[in-house]
């Protein structure tokens, strides 16, 4: 049956973000014989390769350590309409009841509202390093502080994944209480300041770990959705812990499932899946 051409469903700016858990059926799965198995990892394989060829759009493969799961990808590509169709077809690339769904979640790459100004680093400039607007220092820094905002907003809206083997994806919020912990009770200004800090301890992990806050308020059950890349599980769960003790999160955050993937290509994968 051919599938009905439908315009595209775009964000005004960035990426849509699906994160997929599933469970292998392995009762299911074993009654293909050895020549079904073959086509239907076939059939996965291209559809991954077809998927990764899309312009503009990743995706990537793991396996989940604990029981929660046992494989997932995630898929970030502009069109929504393009994301529901790719993600129905890795569901059941396998063959119907295979792969079965555990987890999911959908979110939205975005810029940070909280993102330091060309106005306000241009004060700091003359409070801070008392240096003179329109001097010939101010401007060298000016300019180089928007090359670099630049390329910070582009890595956050169009960002390009690194194939590091730990994956850790947890949903989180700020919380709305009425006990005085409420995050959208405070002024901007006083949000601004306290993300200005909990950004600093994040920068103490760059180089060590990537990460990728995707917006998911009126998407999915929480505000956002965070992914970390690390070459170990020491330094994701070094930042988890010590962000922790940030005000920001001690204060204002809650947190929900966590989920730990290692990536890897799909050979690795079927044979880690005893696919």
């Known amino acids: 049956m051919e599938t009905p051409a ?6 005004a700016e960035g990426r849509h973000v699906l994160h997929l858990f599933f469970r292998i059926d392995y009762g299911n799965w074993d009654l293909f014989d050895g020549t079904q198995k073959i086509e239907a990892k076939t059939a996965l394989a291209e559809l991954v390769q077809e998927i990764r060829a899309t312009p503009d759009t990743q995706l990537l493969t793991f396996s989940v350590v604990t029981p929660k799961a046992d494989l997932g990808f995630m898929l970030l590509t502009p069109d929504l309409q393009a994301a529901d169709a790719l993600a129905k077809q890795l569901a ?10 555990e987890y999911s979640w959908l979110s939205m790459t975005e810029r940070s509202e909280y993102t330091t100004s060309n106005e306000d680093y241009a004060a700091s400039l003359e409070t801070e390093e008392k240096l003179t607007p329109g001097s010939a220092e101010f401007e060298e820094k000016i300019t180089a502080f928007r090359t670099r905002m630049e390329k910070y907003s582009k890595d956050r809206l169009e960002p390009n994944l ?46 060590r770990i990537l990460q990728l806050i995707t917006g998911s308020t009126g998407l ?13 599980t020491s330094e994701i769960k ?34 880690r899946m005893s696919l």
């Open 6 to 11: 439908l315009d595209p469903i775009l964000p």
């Open 92 to 101: 059941l690339a396998l063959g119907p009841g295979v792969l079965l769904p």
């Open 220 to 232: 999915d059950d929480m505000e956002w959705g965070v992914t970390l890349f690390a070459r170990s």
């Open 162 to 207: 690194p194939d590091w083997p730990v994956l850790c994806f947890y949903p989180m919020s700020k919380r709305r209480g009425t006990d005085g912990q409420n995050w959208y009770a405070l002024d901007f200004a006083v949000r601004k300041k306290l993300m200005a800090g909990h950004a600093r301890v994040g920068r103490t992990y760059s180089g």
């Open 238 to 271: 070094a930042i988890v812990y010590e962000m922790r003790f940030d005000e920001v999160s001690a204060q204002y955050a809650d947190f929900g499932e966590f989920f730990i993937g290692l990536q890897m290509p799909l050979d690795a994968l079927f044979a």
